[in-house]
């Protein structure tokens, strides 16, 4: 059995190397509530597929901001509410090596963002959402995650008012999209408010260990026992993950780690062992490219020591 062989004695091991790479990180100052976490946290939560079995390490109380994490929650919702060709009409699938919240290609390729993890596909996604669903988008959303975790996110105010007042870049991204005819399907204020709230999410790594484990049992809550998600949009939401989850990142987390992955600038990186677990892991110093260093190292770890990509050597 899979859940035999993880046990607490690894996760230590984990930890410890872990955190010390963290050192070698930087918290995100550019939204400035970000920047007063402390860099010391760390938590990694698996949740084990089928039986929800949980097992934890490290700071798991503490609560984050889901940031860019949150774009699994709006992508999926989009897909099961309104299908795949509406949503991929004005989106597109394919990765890119840029940062996350860049312009350029915008106007250097195509006026339609490269995937929905980019800022520029996940305003669209939520401009899409705002159109669709008005006044009870975020509500929505957040009923939506509750069908994965068993509670409701909150909103953490502070963050939410710090990105807001600091957002000029995202600010650019939706006025540019804006720019094309019939691409932001509903107004610049509202697609960056539903943006910005549900990037302000508060979660833990078990919730995120919980999300991931839906993606991992093909769509099936192991502890809601709700079927958040078809095994269409688990296949579309995994294959994002593993080409775009880390931005111009993606590439070397599919070498490192292996498995689908999914980040954001708070810290928090979810990952989907298929078959085998969800995972959630936190810790605030990221490398150059926006993602937890001592999450990735992390996974890494994890996924070599319980062999997460599922590979057989054969006699
Ligand atoms: N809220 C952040 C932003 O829009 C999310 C980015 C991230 O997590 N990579 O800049």
Redesign the pocket.
Known sequence: MFSEQIDQSILKEIYDKAISVSDFGKVATY?PELSLMSPNLFSLSCVIAGSGEIIQTGDADTYFTM??ISKILSLSYAIEKFGMDKVFKSVDMEPTADS??SLMRLEMASPIPANPFM?AGAIVICSILQKELGRESFNEITNFCELFTGTKPKLNQKVFNS?MSTADR?KSLAYFLNSTPGLLMDSVENSLDLY?KL?SLECTTLDLAKIADVLSCGGKSSFTGKYPLSFETVKTIMGIMITCGLYNGSGECAVRVGIPAKS??SGGILAVAPGKMGIGVFSPPLDSK?NSLAGLYALEMLSDKLNLRGVKILD
């Open positions: 939204i940031q860019s996350f919240n800022n990105e995202n910005i990037c954001g600038v926006g």
